[in-house]
Nanobody
Framework: QVQVVESGGGLVQPGGSLRLSCVASGSIFGLDAMGWYRRAPGKERELVATIRNGGITTYADSVKGRFTISRDNAKNTVYLQLNSLKPEDTAVYYC?????????WGQGTQVTVSS
């Protein structure tokens, strides 16, 4: 069994910051990429950022320069630092953890950007 658990969402004002965390645990031998997607109300799920085991990162154009993904391999944890938040960043943020044969997802954490 593999568990993927996110934390760190919440309500923040425009221009504010949040840090999301995600821990993968269980049978995670061969863990490679971890990362974040999001789904805003009425929209499709979209990539936010991913990071490979070796540290290679990928970002959506909409978050480049504002969000930073990082990971601690010893803790099987990935982080997403969200800065300069905008109302359009409001979404449920889902963490994924990639094993050789399957991608596992967390339950999601709500990020709301509003004044």
């Amino acid at each position: 069994q593999v568990q993927v658990v996110e934390s760190g969402g919440g309500l923040v004002q425009p221009g504010g910051s949040l840090r999301l965390s995600c821990v993968a645990s269980g049978s995670i031998f061969g863990l490679d990429a971890m990362g974040w997607y999001r789904r805003a109300p009425g929209k499709e799920r979209e990539l936010v950022a991913t990071i490979r085991n070796g540290g290679i990162t990928t970002y959506a154009d909409s978050v480049k320069g504002r969000f930073t993904i990082s990971r601690d391999n010893a803790k099987n944890t990935v982080y997403l630092q969200l800065n300069s938040l905008k109302p359009e960043d409001t979404a449920v943020y889902y963490c994924h953890a990639d094993l050789p044969l399957k991608r596992y997802w967390g339950q999601g954490t709500q990020v709301t950007v509003s004044s």
